[in-house]
């Protein structure tokens, strides 16, 4: 077989062809997210920290009330800030049950449903956060975030993500590990009540300017 010069160039184009896209692939495998587009993926089972604005009230709330709150630390992939403290977030009153009308304690049961991040609110999904009257067998405080779940959370988000939400925590005071107040039988979370959720599912989310 006889190759010609012009054989060789064409396949020494192709060869250094090859070894560029090899090149390039693998410069793209070495970036983070956050720098591969302006976008990163949260991780299912991250905690989301949470101060409540708005009250929920067993005996004024219906299923289906929307409400209010921020975030208490930044909210963390990797080692990108994707939302940090105070960043508005939303939820919903799931489930709610009030002694007057229903027979047994009453409950509230709240789930997160979207962030707000440059100005434009994306859905998540999140774990519940239930709260039983004492009749029910349960704490009146169910999934409260305090003592041991508090440090847990101190450790988890603060510690590997750049200080995140430290001083945010540093600065949760007594009274706010109490999720659930007692009036009669009824059972309420009030404002600035402060409680952790975790991310149901990988999500993406734009990372916040």
């Known amino acids: 077989m006889i190759i010609t010069e012009t054989g ?25 997210p956050a720098q591969s587009s302006n976008r990163v993926t949260v991780a299912a089972g991250t905690p989301i920290l949470v101060r409540m604005v708005d009250s929920v009230d067993s005996s004024k709330q219906k299923a289906g009330y929307r409400f209010t709150a921020t975030l208490e630390a930044n909210l963390q992939a990797y080692d990108v800030t994707v939302a940090p403290r105070g960043t508005t977030i939303y939820g919903v009153l799931a489930q ?15 789930e997160l449903t979207s962030i707000l991040i440059n100005g434009t609110s994306y859905p ?24 041991a779940g508090l440090g847990a959370l101190i ?6 993500g750049k200080g995140a939400g430290i001083g945010a925590l540093a600065g949760a005071g007594a009274g706010t590990a109490v999720a659930a107040t ?19 599912h990988p999500t993406e989310l734009p990372v916040a300017r």
């Open 155 to 160: 450790g988890g988000i603060a510690g590997g």
């Open 8 to 32: 060789w160039r064409m396949r020494d184009v192709k060869t250094t062809g090859a070894a560029i896209l090899l090149a390039v692939i693998s410069m793209l495998g070495q970036l983070t």
């Open 96 to 110: 709610a049950s009030s002694s007057g009308r229903f027979k047994g304690s009453s409950q509230l049961t709240l």
């Open 124 to 147: 998540i999904m999140t774990s519940e956060y239930e709260v039983k009257g004492k009749g029910e067998g349960g704490n009146t405080a169910k999934k409260v975030v305090g003592g």
């Open 182 to 200: 007692k009036k009669g039988e009824q059972v309420s979370v009030p404002s600035e009540t402060l409680l952790e959720f975790r991310l149901a």
